[in-house]
């Protein structure tokens, strides 16, 4: 099969693979139709995550149709059209049984926190991802949900991380009604948060970015009021100004680490695998809020040795709520605001890509050419 492979920092290209095989009685085999490049891909592009091996499939967004079941399968078959998320995770730990299914307990052998997604370096679990042809899917009964006759593709696709994530993110920010959002960061996973509040009762949301053609679509799509931070010498301040000097009452950090790198990143993390971010939109947040406030963090981190305001924060007496989202417990709710119109998730699609001409895709999204914003994978097209 043809299957994206990392090569090493800024490197990647498309390779033949073999396709992936039954390992489990409980795994699937997905032949991949639609897959997406998300803004934490480029944390692996740039180097900027520890243990990402030459020859690794990335890609945890993605959908496509059931090619093979292995023999204890019971809820898929082959045929099926279905979404996957892209949490990998056994579904009868101590974790998954409440809900936790992004700190799954027995599919990640390398960290104590995470559990395992889909293409996203060995540091969670080492699973080639769906930027491929075929991907082999574990616990085929528990992750993937056979995609519902009136849903498009293309939003399909994006519950299977990023508008689920950003979902997510509105969620743990308990906004309640009439509350002021900030939302950190106008990615897709940012747009999706900003758009998503309102569904949570906020009565202002607020984006702060630095690149004015996202800033125009969290205006368009999210219908937020938007700041471009490098017009001013302290963005901090400036939502104290917009916010009558108390701040929000939540703020959602949609940045994480910076997918471009700052040099200490660079240095540290390309070089001496040590650090996965940098927490300057972090900081922002808690700064921010006002004080009693709250602040959800869905921007994706990996180790960091950088000054976090930790002590603001307590002394602000701050709530910070944090995860992984577990994307499948957000699909009930968001597929009926999709059914209903309340939701558009492709909207936010700005470029499709052949699966071929993926290493293009990558420069395109990681130099933020072409006013790109979230670019889909045509894999399995006819």
């Not at 803004?39 to 059931?66: A, C, K, N, W």
């Not at 996957?84 to 009868?92: E, I, L, T």
């Not at 082999?136 to 939003?155: C, H, L, N, T």
């Not at 240095?267 to 808690?286: C, D, M, R």
Request: charged share 20%; proline share 5%; net charge negative.
């Amino acid at each position: 099969m043809k299957a994206m492979t990392y090569r090493g920092p800024y490197k990647v290209r498309i390779d033949e693979k073999d396709v992936p095989a039954i390992e489990h009685p409980n795994d699937a085999i997905v032949r991949v139709k639609l897959a997406a490049i998300c803004g934490s891909d480029l944390h692996l592009y740039h180097g900027l995550m520890p243990d990402t091996r030459v020859g690794h499939t990335f890609g945890h967004e993605f959908i496509g149709e059931v090619e093979a079941v292995g023999s204890s399968v019971q809820n898929l078959s082959p045929g099926d059209r279905v979404m996957v998320p892209f949490n990998v995770y056994c579904g009868s730990c101590y974790f998954c049984a409440r809900g936790l299914y992004s700190n799954c307990h027995n599919v990640n052998p390398n960290a104590t926190a995470v559990g395992g997604i889909y293409g996203y370096s060995h540091t969670c679990g080492g699973y080639d991802g769906g930027q491929a042809e075929f991907v082999r899917v574990p616990f085929a009964d528990v992750g993937p949900s056979v995609i519902p006759d009136w849903m498009e593709d293309e939003d399909a696709l994006l519950c299977t991380d990023a508008l689920a994530t950003g979902y997510f993110g509105a969620q743990l920010g308990d906004i309640v009604e009439g509350d002021t959002v900030i939302v950190f960061g106008a990615g897709p996973v940012g747009l999706y948060a900003a758009k998503c509040s309102w569904l949570m009762g906020a009565s202002r949301v607020i984006v702060v970015d630095h690149l004015e053609y996202r800033l125009a679509m969290a205006r368009t799509f999210a219908h937020a009021e938007t700041y471009d931070f490098g017009e001013y010498d302290d963005i901090v301040v400036e939502m104290k100004k917009a916010t009558d000097f108390l701040g929000a009452d939540v703020a959602i950090d949609a940045v994480g680490a910076e997918a471009d790198g700052n040099l200490l990143q660079h240095v540290t993390a390309a070089k001496l695998k040590l650090q996965g971010g940098s927490p300057v939109a972090l900081n922002w947040a808690i700064d921010s809020v006002r004080k009693g406030g709250t602040i959800s963090v869905i921007g994706a981190y990996g180790p960091m040795f950088s000054a976090v305001k930790f002590g603001d924060a307590m002394n602000k007496g701050l709530t910070i709520h944090t995860n992984q989202c577990p994307v499948k417990r957000q699909w009930p709710r968001l597929w009926s605001h999709i059914e209903n119109g309340y939701l558009k998730p492709n909207d936010i699609v700005t470029h499709r890509i052949p699966l071929e001409h993926i290493a293009e895709g990558y420069h395109i999204f990681s130099s933020k050419l072409d006013d790109v914003i979230k670019p889909v994978v045509l894999v399995g097209q006819n």
